[in-house]
Structure formats: structure tokens, C-alpha cells
């Protein structure tokens, strides 16, 4: 079984950045690709970056690309989303997801292990 705990979240201004962290526990977070979705209020989750099992290879939302950076260290069992120039359309609530698969996926669907959230709020 995969445990994983967010930490990183707060208040930011329009503009800023914040780095989310997420640790895992269990022996098969090497095997697993990670991802992050976010929920807004009033609004279904959705997908926001993934990695593989290596690190080897991301993907990323259109609404984040080029502004958010998904990494990981497997040694440590953490996987980071660095998260700059935010917008006040950032704000939620974000999840750090453990796939069923070594390869990167962007349906929630394909994910089996999800965190308790962390909060992250972009005031304009």
C-alpha cells in the first residue's frame, strides 16, 4: 500500500511561486507513475502534471505548461510540483496521485493512492 502526504501549500500573490511537495511510504513508488490534479470549488478535479517511474519523461496541462515543473527523487520518495508565475485561476486545492502504471497517465481514473490535499490560494 502507497501512503502520500502533501505539504507546500498556502497564500501566494498573483505572480508568485510555491514548490508542493509530496512524500510516499510503501515499497512501490519506484514502480508507479506520479501525478498532481486539482480541485477548485465548484469544479470537477483535474489534471494537472504526471511523471514516470524515472523521471524520464512528464507531461503537462495546457493551463500550466511552460509555468509549472514536475519532478522526482525515487531515493527519497518525494515527487515536487514547483509551481511559478501563479494566477489567481490556481487557486485550489491540490492532490498528489500514485498511477497503477510505471508510464505517465492524465486520467484520474488510472490513479489508485491520492493524498489528503493541500490548499493553495493565488490572490490577485
Known amino acids: 500500500q502507497v501512503q502520500l502526504v502533501e505539504s507546500g501549500g498556502g497564500l501566494v500573490q498573483a505572480g508568485g511561486s510555491l514548490r508542493l511537495s509530496c512524500a510516499a511510504s510503501?515499497?512501490?513508488?519506484?514502480?508507479?507513475?506520479m501525478g498532481w490534479f486539482r480541485q477548485a470549488p465548484g469544479k470537477e478535479r483535474e489534471f494537472v502534471a504526471a511523471?514516470?517511474?524515472?523521471?524520464?519523461?512528464?507531461i503537462y496541462a495546457d493551463s500550466v505548461k511552460g509555468r509549472f515543473t514536475i519532478s522526482r527523487d525515487n531515493a527519497k520518495n518525494t515527487v515536487d510540483l514547483q509551481m511559478n508565475s501563479l494566477k489567481p485561476e490556481d487557486t485550489a486545492v491540490y492532490y498528489c496521485?500514485?498511477?497503477?502504471?510505471?508510464?505517465?497517465?492524465?486520467?484520474?481514473?488510472?490513479?489508485?493512492?491520492w493524498g489528503q490535499g493541500t490548499q493553495v490560494t493565488v490572490s490577485s
Open positions: 496521485a500514485a498511477a497503477r502504471s510505471s508510464r505517465y497517465v492524465i486520467n484520474h481514473n488510472e490513479y489508485d493512492y
Open positions: 510503501g515499497r512501490f513508488f519506484s514502480n508507479r507513475a
Open positions: 511523471i514516470s517511474w524515472s523521471g524520464g519523461s512528464t
